[in-house]
């Protein structure tokens, strides 16, 4: 895929913040050491949100410096900087053929980018700050939500094509701070500010289950939940630090772990369902045994704050993204191939 490119390519490096052997050489990760891979620097504010393609070439982060960046994973290149959102970026998503991008911010709009040339194809206002973005597995729907009614729109037409019935108790107290798509497009779940989960039915835009993941009278939200791969299970990180795991469809909770001391703001679920990875606002990342809780690794990874995390596709590769607030962010890709080939060994 040629993408459109800005700024002297001669220059990616000092921009990017990294060199080319330090790229591809190879850097083991376990739980007595831990070194990154690669850092990607260049945004001014700390990176709120990343997204990968399908194929796990192209790279998307958004930060809070009202830009988003286009990184080649394979090289550190940044490909392109995408300007138009107002205020704070919070979250993209790349549709699944990874030739549109969906962005969502504080200027209270969502909007579409065409991947190949930079350029904006749609703004989506809305009357509210857009938290999280998301595309169902077909690309055919795209999903808003934040502190206002969840909505679906059609990708390609950019019209609204339905409201999730989302009952606002108190002010913000059902917030969606972030959601996840099953992979077979029939679930959406989403994580509240007032300690819930609930999932809808794509199908019928109908709310299936409630959870009420915890009762803590303080930072009870729920600001990461991801699926498995298979659909029957969803991993949420909770406000006061824990990380819980759900059975999907029987509102039973499988495993709770006291994972940090902080708000677990990143989540990731590794392509195999083996490993969860979770990153939160102390500046570190851990991983764990999906099956048992056990802790397979834990670092520092970023200066103050990790907001966001991925796997791969294969699941090699954990990238995170976070920073200082308002003063830098940055993107760290890590090694985790010994984790996982640690994890399968006990």
């Known amino acids: 895929m040629q993408l459109f490119q800005r700024g002297a390519c001669s220059m990616w490096l000092l921009v990017a913040g990294v060199s080319l052997s330090a790229l591809m050489a190879p850097h083991p990760l376990s739980a007595e ?14 990176v709120a949100s990343i997204a ?6 192209t790279l998307a982060s958004a930060s809070y410096d009202k830009t988003i960046k286009l990184w080649d994973l394979a090289t550190g290149k940044e490909i392109a900087t995408l ?6 970026v919070y979250s993209v998503a790349f549709a699944p053929d990874g030739k549109t991008l ?12 065409d991947v190949t040339t930079g350029k904006q194809i749609a703004v989506i206002a809305h009357r509210y700050h857009v938290k999280r973005v998301a595309f169902t597995p077909d690309g055919k729907t795209l999903i808003s939500a934040g502190e206002g009614p969840i909505k679906l729109w059609d990708t390609a037409t950019a019209k609204e094509r339905a409201t999730l019935d989302l009952v606002m108790e108190k002010a913000n107290a059902n917030l969606v701070l972030c959601m996840a798509v099953s992979a077979d497009g029939k679930l959406l779940c989403t994580s509240h500010g007032d300690g819930n989960l609930m999932f809808w039915d794509l199908t019928t835009g109908k709310k299936k289950t409630t959870i009420r993941t915890n009762d803590k009278a303080s930072e009870r939200h729920v600001p990461s ?13 909770i406000g006061y630090g824990a990380v819980k795991l759900w059975a999907v469809g029987k509102a039973k909770e499988q495993l709770s772990i006291n994972a940090h001391r902080a708000r677990v703001w990143g989540l990731a679920v590794s392509p195999d369902g083996k ?3 979770s990153g939160a606002w102390d500046g570190t990342i851990k991983f764990w045994d999906a099956s048992t809780g056990k802790e397979r690794a834990s ?5 103050n704050r990790v907001y966001a995390l991925a ?36």
Do not use: N, Y
């Not at 990968?52 to 070439?57: I, Q, Y």
């Not at 969906?102 to 980018?113: E, I, K, P, Q, V």
């Not at 939940?225 to 990180?237: H, P, Y």
């Open 52 to 57: 990968l393609t399908a194929d796990g070439k």
């Open 299 to 303: 670092f520092r990874a970023h200066d």
């Open 275 to 277: 490993l969860l990875a």
């Open 102 to 113: 969906a962005s969502g911010g504080h200027d209270d709009t969502a909007r579409l980018w």
């Open 33 to 46: 050491e831990s070194k990154e891979r690669a850092s990607f620097g260049g945004h001014t504010a700390v």
């Open 83 to 88: 300007r138009g959102h107002m205020a704070a």
């Open 225 to 237: 939940v991801a699926f498995t791969a298979d659909g029957k299970t969803v991993a949420c990180g």
């Open 311 to 346: 796997f791969t596709p294969d699941g090699k590769t954990l990238v995170s993204g976070g920073g200082i607030q308002f003063k830098r962010g940055e993107v760290k890709l890590w090694d985790v191939a010994p984790i996982i080939e640690s994890s399968r060994d006990k």
